[in-house]
């Protein structure tokens, strides 16, 4: 007999062949498989990297409470007595760390303005000045937030009346004070054009040096920030964050509480959590994993169904066949083989097609998810071991229903 053709499988020299065009369908329908399966890794391991990015802050147990206590006719130093009764209170709350109260998270990133910092002892063209985020915290925001301190000291009240500090980021020192320690150094923050600054022009000591921070575009480098104290500056905000150490989310009712009788006019306008902030920021991220999930699982159960039911069909009409191998010696193991072949046939060259369909899709992936490097080969490698394992699972029912025919009964087989 001539060269055995795509498909042909064999016993000593007895061929079984399935329609061309249906192992044609099929090793398609593997390669489409293997490119799904394959993005469904890609992207569920992007995403998994994106959760667990250093942002330079711990997200996990922390809540974020919003208020309004404009309505209560609070003068700017009732209120800062205020807030820290309030901070207070919701620290001896069971379950709490720590809390504090700030303008902004790290994600939301506060603003510069017009504003730009000047430091002592360095000069720099006009046009490249720094130009950091600005954020007002009270003393404990950086342990509830998780930010380390480097080096010096954190926010206290007794700051309050005494010369103006301030706490800069790790990125800031690097650029003003590189390879120096910046504590006890003095900073100025500079308008342009030049309206009625928040702190004079007095210089504010460093006194501390705190961790670079993820901006809110997570593929950015760090961005500089100064603190401020905001008792010092009487300068108020209406962030609060709780560090909890059990479940933030059930800390709500026990935190409106609280608030509600320290600031009994104040409005609690949003409650989330922190990891729910981070999960708002990585939308895209998780929108292409979800839709890739389930076109991945679609196209490996379609992979499955169409591989079990051309085997089942192929078994099934060669019923009388499988009946004459058998009474003429052949053994259950060959009969197995017989049918395990072909789908491993089909599945090689399903397996080849998809890789160079995933190579071809490389480009595409990168460009639908920033910061997305698909260059590495272990999804192709996991998308290879599902398929097969799916593959496999699929051809066992029919090689096994095909192994039990009795030679008897397949003969009389019409």
Known sequence: MGGCPFGCLHVGNNFLRLPRVSLVYLAAQVALSIFLVTGTAVFLSHLARMRNFDLGFRSDHVLLVTIDPSGGGYKPEQLAARYQE????????????????????????????????????????PGQQLRPAISFVTPGYFETLGI?????????????????????????????????????????????PQPVPFGGDQPYEIIGLAGDVKPWEL????????????????????????????DPAAMAGAVRRVIGDVLKTALVTRVRTLSEQVDSDIVPERLIATLSGFFGVLGAALAGIGLYGLLAYSVARRTNEIGIR??????????????????????????????????WGRPLAASLVQGLKPESSA???????????????????????AARVDPVVALRHE
């Open 86 to 125: 309030l901070l207070r209170r919701l620290q001896a709350i069971p379950g709490v760390r720590s809390a504090s109260v700030s303008g902004c998270t790290p994600l939301e990133g506060c603003g510069s303005g017009s504003r730009y910092l000047k430091a002592e002892g360095y000069e720099e063209d």
């Open 219 to 246: 593929h950015d480098p760090p961005y500089p920030v100064i603190y401020f104290n905001m008792f010092q500056e009487n300068h108020l905000n209406n962030r609060l964050e709780l560090r909890t150490s059990a």
């Open 379 to 401: 999804p192709l490698a996991v998308a290879g071991c599902v398929i097969a394992a799916v593959a496999l699972l699929a051809s066992y029912m029919p090689a096994r229903r």
């Open 326 to 359: 058998m009474a003429l010696g052949a053994t259950t193991g060959d009969v197995s083989r017989l049918v395990l072949r072909d789908a491993v046939g089909m599945l090689c060259a399903g397996l080849v097609a998809g890789g160079f369909m995933v190579l």
């Open 148 to 192: 380390p301190l480097l080096a010096g000291r954190d926010f206290s009240l007794r700051d309050a009346g005494r010369p103006r500090v301030a706490i800069v980021s790790a990125a800031v020192a690097r650029h003003f004070f590189p390879g120096e320690n910046p504590i006890g150094r003095h900073v100025k923050i500079v308008y342009d």
